[in-house]
């Protein structure tokens, strides 16, 4: 691997910190979602029947996987940055396959919102019934499915062509591709295992990251700290206003 400062300095977009962060809490929530999911069949019938059940919980695991893949942006840029230094065509190619992988995750996380707001609305036989007939039907998203399959591979092999992971994360990082693709799908042994490769690939990035150069002053850091939950909260309430 690459001298530690030769690799780092100067950073680029998205910054050290957001970087840096996105690299570390990311992947724990996407597993934490899948976890959550675990206990249910992976099917969407099974989905929706344990959503009627179990609200909050689903609710949860839905979220937090959610939550997981929006944060990711920053550390797939940061990572392709970084793969970019020595081999920009794979940090390009790999960088924008996972990233479009990303926005079809997003999309089918709304898709799963509205099939669950329809179990309380219809009733679950009535909701089941409206997934079943359209479930499958196209839409322009669908042509990402190929990212989501091979995004993770290509960035993988950027990884290791550069010298940005180690070996052994950059096998990690490449079974993220066994993550299953569509909507309202459970959690699985597999998905499990995917996710949990990906905290072991990402997160010890993100600490390195984090811990080069100097730390702000004090009352820097925590006049920060105090901006963003701010701007957070702000965001939230402007979110439930409509």
């Given amino acids: 691997m690459k001298t530690f400062e030769n690799h780092f300095d100067p950073f680029p977009f998205p910054g050290r910190w957001l970087g840096g962060i996105s690299l570390v809490l990311a992947p724990v929530l996407l597993l934490l979602g899948e976890i959550l999911k675990l206990r249910f069949d992976f099917f969407f019938p099974e989905q929706l029947r344990a959503y009627q059940s179990h609200p909050a919980l689903m609710f949860t ?10 944060l990711l942006w920053p550390a797939i840029v940061t990572l392709a940055n970084l793969i970019g230094r020595t081999k920009p065509v794979w940090a390009v190619w790999g960088g924008s396959l996972v990233m479009f992988g990303l926005f079809a995750r997003t999309f ?3 898709i799963n919102h509205l099939a ?10 009535r909701a089941t ?21 091979f995004g993770w591979a290509v960035l993988a092999i ?9 070996p052994v994360e950059v096998v990690a990082l490449a079974m993220m591709s066994a993550m299953m693709i569509g ?21 010890p990035l993100g600490v390195r990251v984090l811990v080069y ?28 206003a409509g």
């Avoid at 669950?116 to 036989?125: D, E």
């Fill in 158 to 166: 950027g990884a290791w062509l550069s010298g940005t992971l180690r």
């Fill in 213 to 240: 150069g100097h730390m702000p002053p004090a009352r820097i850091f925590w006049g920060w700290v105090i901006f963003f939950s701010a701007v957070i909260g702000l965001f939230f309430f402007l979110g439930q």
């Fill in 61 to 70: 695991a839905y979220s937090l996987f959610l939550a997981g893949n929006i």
């Fill in 183 to 203: 909507v309202l799908k459970g959690g699985t042994v597999m998905s499990v295992i995917a996710t949990a490769c990906l905290c072991s690939a990402l997160l």
């Fill in 116 to 125: 669950f707001q329809l179990v309380g609305i219809l009733g679950l036989p």
């Fill in 108 to 110: 089918h996380s709304g």
């Fill in 129 to 149: 019934e409206v997934v079943a007939q359209s479930y499958g039907a196209f839409h322009i998203v669908s042509t990402l499915s190929g990212a989501i399959l």
